[in-house]
C-alpha cells in the first residue's frame, strides 16, 4: 500500500493556509484555545473510516502514519476497522521508537452503544484497540 500520493498534499494545504493573505496578513489556521482544551491534541489527525478492516490495509496505513510524523489516529466503533487500526498502532510506535503517550488516539461511539461512556472507553476500546485508554473528564 502506497499514500505517497497524499504527502505533497499535505504539503500543499500547509503551504496555503501559512503562504494565504487575508487582508495583507498571513492566515493563521484556527487552533483551540488553551484555555478550552487542557492538553496539546495534535491539529492534524490521521483518519481511518475509509480503511478496510485488514493488516495489510488499515494496519499498514496506520502504522506508516506514525512511522511519517502523524501523532494524532481518528477512528471509530462504526469504521469497523479498529482492531486492525490497534495493531497498526502498536507496529508503528514500536518502529517509531514511540511510547502510546507520545500520540494522541481519538475513537468514537454511538450513544446506544454504551451504558457508561467512561466503562465504555475504558474497557471496550481498549480491549479493541489493544492500547490504553485515557478518559479524560
Known sequence: MHISWFLPAIAAVASAASSSSQGGHAQAPLLPSKSTVPVDIPPLGFGTWNLSPDEHNASAAVSLAIQIGYRHIDCAAA??????????????????????????????????????????VDLERSRILQIPFHVRQ
Open 79 to 120: 469504521y469497523k476497522n479498529e482492531k486492525d487500526v490497534g495493531k497498526g498502532i502498536e507496529e508503528g510506535l514500536a518502529k517509531a521508537h514511540l511510547r502510546r503517550e507520545d500520540i494522541w488516539v481519538t475513537s468514537k461511539l454511538w450513544n446506544s452503544a454504551y451504558v457508561s461512556v467512561y466503562r465504555a
